[in-house]
Every structure is written in C-alpha cells, then in structure tokens.
C-alpha cells in the first residue's frame, strides 16, 4: 500500500535535486513495549519552508520527532542532515548537527529564572569560571528583543503563565539557531495572541532558509502555514503533498482513513430538572457574582478569553478553592463543598486544562489512572478494592472511549497524548457524574478523536447528565452547546442561546 | 499494510519487560554467589550452606527490615523519614522500662512490679505511632519538607531516648517479654509486615492513595484524595513499624540502650533504594524493599566473614546505595 504511495507522492512532490534536503528520515521504524510506534516511515524538509506532520494520536509524531531530535535511538532507518549521513545519539548531538525541538510537554525548571533556563547547559562563564550573569541576561534581552518578547529574562519561570511558559520554550529553540526546528503541538496552550507571535517568528526563520517541521492537530494553522503537509496514520507513512494541494476535508480523510461526516454530532434532547444552581459565587480578587442554572441533560459553554476566570469559577465549584461568596444547590439542596472528595460525592466531575500538572500520574498504569477517583465506590471489606469489577468497568470504558494502549497496565506516560486524555475522562466518567466539568476536553487531541468526544458528550447529555464546557475553541463551543455564558475579568457578560451563537456574538462579549 | 514492516514480531518481543524486583533478585543471588566462592578460596568454607551465620543475617535483618517497610511507604509519596532509628530506640527504652523482670532494680518506674507483656508491648508501638503522627501531621499541616521535619524527630527522640534513663541501660527483662526477639520470632514478625504491606500497598485504597499521591499530589487531589490526611496515616504507619522495630530489638538484646538502632534509618533507606523504589515517587514496592534489605544483610554478614576491616565494609555499603541511587535516576531518565 505504502509503496503505491510513495510513488504518487514524488510525483507531485516539488521536486528538490539529492541533496537539496536541510533533513531526511527514512525507513525508520521504532517499537516500544507492546507497541510498533513507527513501521518504516519518512520525512523530508526542505528548507525555508514549514512542513506539517499531521496524523490521529499515537500516529507516532512525537516519536519520529524524538528520534530526529536524538532523544530515542530509531530501531531501523537513516536520517540524513543536509545529505550527509547522521547518526544522533543524544539531543546533544542533535543540537550540534542543527536540530532543535520544541517539546509538546513543557520542560522547563519552575524555580530558575527565564534566561537561565533558555541558556542552561551552555551559560556564558567569566573568568573565575561562574556563570556571568549579567551577560547572560544581556543575551536573553537580545534574543527577546529579535523575537519582540515581552519578559523580563529575571524573572522565574513558575510565575509564568502556561502560553508564556510556551513563548520562553519557543525562545530557546530558536536560541540554538538550528537549520531545522521542530515544534510539536506549540499552540496547544496558547492564546491567538501568541499564536500569531509565533506565526510571525516562523515566517522570519522561514525567510532566513530555515526549515521548520510543525506539528499540530488545528486544522486552520496548517493551511496558514504549512508549505507540505505529510500524514501518518497508526505508525504508517500514507503521503506528502503540498499544501495547495489538499483541502481540511481531504486532509481529514487522510488523517483518518475515513471520511468524517459529522463533527458536531450535537443532538437536541429534552432537558430535565435543574441539577446546579449556582447563585452570586464569587472569589475575592477573582471573580465575582456568578450566577447559573444548569438543567440535566443540557450542555453549557463558558466561553471567553485566557484569563477571564472560567477555570477559577469550575475549580471554586468544585471545591478546590474556597469561595468567599455565593451559594451552590445540587438537585435542589444548598451544599457546601470544601474539597474535591466532596464535590465528586455531589455528583460533580472535573477534567482540569493542564493534563500534566493536574491530572495524569504519569509514572503510574493506565489502570491506576482510571479507577483513582471511584475508588471509594470499589470497597469490599478492610478497604481492599474490588480489583475485577473497576478493572472490567475500566475495560469497557477504554474500549468505548478507543483508548489506544496494548494493555490497561501500560504506564501512561507512554500513552500518546490523546489517549492520555481519553483515560482521564474515562477517570471522570466511572464517577458517573450527575454533573460534568470539562475545562478544554480536546486540547491537543486529534479530530478523529474529537468528533468521537463530541459524540461522546452528546451521548451523555441524552443520558441527562449536566455538561459544562470551558473552551477556547469557538468551532467547539458553537458546535456543542445548548447554552453559553461569556466571561471577561472575572465577571459573566452575558448569555448567548443556541440560535445566538456566533463568533461575532462571543468576541464582542468575550473582549468589551 | 504490513508490507512495510520487515520484522513486527521483533519489535514487540524485545519489548516485554520484566517485573524490576527480578533484575534485584538476581543482583542478591550473584553476590550470594561471589561470596561462596571467595569463601571457598579465603576461608576454605562454605559462606551459604552455615546455618548459624544466616540465622544471624536473617535476624539483623529483620529489625531494619522492619523499618525499611515503614519508609518504602513514606518514600512512595516522595517523602522520607529520617527519625526511624531514632524512634526505633525511644520505644525500646519505653518498652523495656514496663518489661523488667518484679523485684529488679529499675532506672524507671521505682518499686513497679512484674506487668503482663502485651504492656511493654503496646507501649512500644505506640511510642513509635506518636512520633509517625507527629512527623505526619508536621509536614501536613506546615508544609515543612519531610526531610526536615523527620530530622528534628530523629535528634528529639534520640534525645528522649537518652532522657528517659539518663543514658543507663534498662537489663533484665522478663523471659515473656524477650520471647519476643527469641529464636525465628523476629523474622516471623518481619515477614508478616512485609506480607500485610505488600497486600495493603497493591490491593487496598490504602496503597493505590498512596501511589497516586506519589505519582501527582496535585492530581490526587483532584481525584478527591484527602492528601494531608493520607500523609498523616501513612508517616504514623511508619512509625508504628519503627515502635514495633523497637520492641522486636529490645526483646532480642533483653535490654534497652538509648544507643539502639544508631543509624538504622540510613540502612532502612537504602535498602529501599537498592529495592527498587524511587526517590521521584509513585514507584516501588515491598518485595523490592525486602530483597534490597537482604542485599545489605548479606554484604554485612559477607564481609565479616571474609574478615574484613568494618571502616572498609562502611565505604563499600557507601558505594552501594550511590549505585544503586544512580540506576534510579538512569531508570527515570531513560523514559523521557
Ligand atoms: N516511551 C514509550 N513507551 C511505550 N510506548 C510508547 C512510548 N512513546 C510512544 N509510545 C507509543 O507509540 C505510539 C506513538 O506515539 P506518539 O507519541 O509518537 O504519537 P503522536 O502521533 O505524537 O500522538 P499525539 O498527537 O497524541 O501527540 C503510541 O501508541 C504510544 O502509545
Ligand atoms: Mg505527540
């Protein structure tokens, strides 16, 4: 099959005389435990150019990306870095032969400042051989003021926001004035703000020859900035085509192996009886007044910008936070909630925005992952758990989810990051929620596996469970809700219905 | 499609991979090993097959084993607890003050009488469970790091230790009391605690908590794990184990000394590390623990067999715990 492909592709490929590639991978392939991650795929970037690596999750992105990063050692295959040979060993050695990589998860150290972080490893020393401090925030002005960022290279890196934490990483790739950038999911916790900064950065880096491999499951950046699109699927190289050449639907067929007809499968079902009432909730210095009633079965968006508070109204709710106002009725009756244990025996669930800091035991099985919250619904006696019956309500639960992993004992860290997050909401679900909160439920999750989340919420709002969705997508929020309240600086600027919504509608409420 | 894949089978099968106390396992069996033979060439005797010597291993290896177990569950949370030997001498000094013989001279408790056993007994750990409670609701309520708050409780209960008696020896306890550290008692009582744990740890709400508190504390909160509390049950179980440590080795001397269980906590920690569980946190298990713990017996046991000076067994001992902290951050790393 792949063969077949492989020579459509040359044909329509612009042509680049051997040699004329800033980066080759091919024949690489890559198992892990249980898992063939890549089966013999390949990759070639010409430079100035931005070339999209697109594929559902556990496509094997990342992990072609790691292995031309030097980070993961391929099983078989060869890349070559201007047509010359390369075996890379280390991110080190990949940093010398000019690849850098920004990397999908964050890897910066929270305690340190920002300049030490984009130059640690290679600090400017002075003559006693410590590190030159002053020089080294000298250099991070510098490489700022090129990329026109707006952060003060002393300050330290825990008191950065996610999409700024994202800026400084992007910093620090381009710090390396590599040939070849990687960026793996960049705009996943950012802000259009940002993303249009880092648009602009590559369009620069672009005109300097550089190539740029991008990856990303927003449909709408690739057609910006994409000049070839390749596309993998389950470990397999399917086809390069330039990007004039495809289409989102095309592309999406590609993708999937399939044609996707429905995105939104938003169904209207009757609605039920009030199942939250929220009344004047407020958090001093946060936000204030918030009031709403959500009825089961219904599905209610909270739209507006980063920072606007919606977060902090979900996690005051859900008694993460005190709240030092307002009232919270579950099923007609006033409770209070002071901690999350709390809030999940109320019947309320909550996917939380950072998958890593606040949701995933990454060290531990997908099993553990999943059956953590019901537990105390799972006892037999002496606190032993009822092992068979979580492990099969798990089962069944990453099956009807598509959860992809060889086995429910694999250790999460290994899942793709879809899949991580299809086992988190498995984690909510065996809770079986009266009340759901998902706070940006597909971020970084690939449209196959969001068409079938979307399903997913639709089903469940049949089944009369009240659904609250935070999103910065508009396409989601519009696609999927019932309802959507508007928020901008901590305070809710207004109610839009379903025949009410549009982009227009949600910006001018979202910004005034 | 599998046209593409020249060898799928391959890629899967060099993949499986194996339970990591087994790796230790076999660490163990090959120094048994290089000690018979050097037993054989140096000694011209068998190391193993000596019934007594390893009666006598086993034995020490039963009282840090019992702290060992306490701190494999502290260190899974990413904590640590420093206080274990020091606890471990505070409970035998208590216990050992209710366990004197009647008609004896006594440093405590003047003119007290011949009290029944599970007395000692149950002073002893609850001595230990205090502490645990202490070091537990510190670090739950303050926030202080762990190795901080355990390092003041193991130079205070230390100090109490010697306190209690100002420093003299409490001897003479009664033959029910030391029947307690007399003949296998004491590896019995250890392995029990390995079994209970190793249960709780993989099998009870209990111990997922205590793995998921590990692995993210912020997420286990999320999931609705009452964190501090958790915390608090978990460094009062290890206390409780150094309490019962403390009797098991006041029974076996028939006596306590507030010298008791010196730097037992190092012991108990690195046979933790050598067994497998990790530093990071949400990694780790009993079983390891309790091999890691045999592996430090044996060197012991090894060495003065060989006759070897015992400042040099402290620097390979050193060695050891650095190795095997190197192959814990090797393993972590590698999973980037
Ligand atoms: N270290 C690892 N150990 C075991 N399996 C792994 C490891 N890394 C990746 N995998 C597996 O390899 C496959 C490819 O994963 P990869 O992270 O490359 O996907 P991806 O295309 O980047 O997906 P996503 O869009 O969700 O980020 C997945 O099935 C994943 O579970
Ligand atoms: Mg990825």
Known sequence: ?512 | MSTVVTNPKALVAKARRLPPELSILFVLLGIAVIFEVLGWIFNGQSFLFNSQRLVIMILQVSVIGLLAIGVTQVIITTGIDLSSGSVLALSAMVAASLAQSADVARPVFEGLGGLPVFIPVVAGLLVGTVCGLINGSLIAATGIPPFIATLGMMVTARGLAQYYTHGKPISQLSDSYTAIGAGAMPVMIFLMMAVVFHIALRYTKYGKYTYAIGGNMTAARVSGIDVKRHLITVYTIAGALSGLAGVVASARAASGQSGMGLSYELDAIAAAVIGGVSLAGGVGRITGTVIGALILGMMTSGFTFLGIDAYIQQIVKGVIIVVAVIADTYRSKRKI
């Open chain 1, 1 to 512: 099959m792949s063969a077949v492909l492989k020579d459509q592709t040359s044909s329509t490929m612009p042509r680049a005389a051997a040699g004329t590639y800033l980066l080759e991978a091919e024949g690489i392939m890559k198992g892990f435990p249980g898992v063939i991650a890549l089966a013999g795929v390949q990759l070639k970037l010409r430079p100035g150019t931005v070339h999209a690596l697109m594929g559902e999750n556990g496509a094997g992105k990342s992990t072609l990306m790691k292995i031309i990063a030097g980070i993961y050692q391929p099983d078989e295959g060869q890349i070559r870095v201007k047509g010359e040979r390369v075996v890379l060993h280390s991110p080190l050695d990949a940093l010398q032969k000019g690849i850098a990589m920004i990397h999908q998860e964050l890897n910066l150290v929270p305690f340190t400042t920002i300049a030490e972080n984009i130059w640690i490893g290679r600090e400017p020393l002075n003559k006693l051989g410590f590190v030159d401090h002053a020089e080294l925030f000298r250099r991070t002005r510098e490489l700022f003021d090129r990329l026109h960022i707006d952060l003060d290279p002393e300050e330290q890196v825990q008191h950065l926001s996610i999409a700024n934490r994202q800026m400084v990483e992007i910093a620090k790739a381009v710090s390396y004035d590599s040939d070849v950038l990687i960026m793996d999911e960049p705009t996943s916790a950012i802000t259009e703000k940002e993303v249009e900064h880092l648009f602009a950065i590559i369009a620069d880096l672009k005109a300097q020859g550089k190539g740029i491999v991008y990856i990303t499951h927003k449909m709408v950046e690739v057609f910006n900035i994409a000049d070839d699109i390749s596309v993998f699927r389950d470990g397999h190289y399917i086809t390069t085509k330039p990007a004039s050449e495809l289409d989102r639907d095309k592309l999406i067929t590609l993708m999937v192996g399939r044609e996707l007809t429905q995105m939104f499968p938003k169904t209207t079902v009757p609605l039920r009886d009030v199942v939250l009432d929220v009344r004047s909730l407020s958090r001093q210095g946060v936000f204030s007044g918030v009031s709403f009633q959500l009825r089961g079965g219904e599905i209610l968006g909270f739209a507006g910008l980063m920072g606007a508070g919606r977060t902090e109204v979900a996690e005051t709710i859900y008694g993460m936070y005190p709240a030092s106002g307002g009232e919270i009725y579950v099923n007609g009756k006033r409770v209070e909630i002071k901690s999350p244990r709390q809030a999940i025996d109320a019947g309320l669930a909550l996917l939380t925005e950072d998958r890593k800091a606040s949701g995933l035991f990454l060290v531990l099985p997908v099993l553990e992952n999943m059956e953590i919250a019901s537990l105390p619904g799972f006892l037999g006696r002496l606190g032993f758990v009822r092992q068979r019956t979580v492990s099969e309500e798990c089962e069944k639960l990453r099956q009807s989810l598509r959860v992809k992993t060889p086995s429910l004992y694999q250790i999460i860290e290994n899942l793709s990051g879809g899949n991580q997050q299809k086992a988190l909401i498995g984690r909510w679900l065996l809770t079986k929620p009266k009340v759901l909160i998902l706070d940006e439920p597909t971020r970084g999750i690939d449209v196959g596996a969001k068409a079938e989340i979307y399903k997913l919420i639709s089903e469940l709002a049949a089944d009369g469970v009240a659904i609250i969705m935070i999103s910065s997508e508009m396409a989601e929020i519009i696609g999927m809700c019932d309802r959507v309240l508007v928020m901008h600086d901590g305070h809710v600027t207004g109610e839009l219905k379903r025949d009410e919504l549009t982009q227009e509608a949600i910006l001018h409420l979202a910004s005034d």
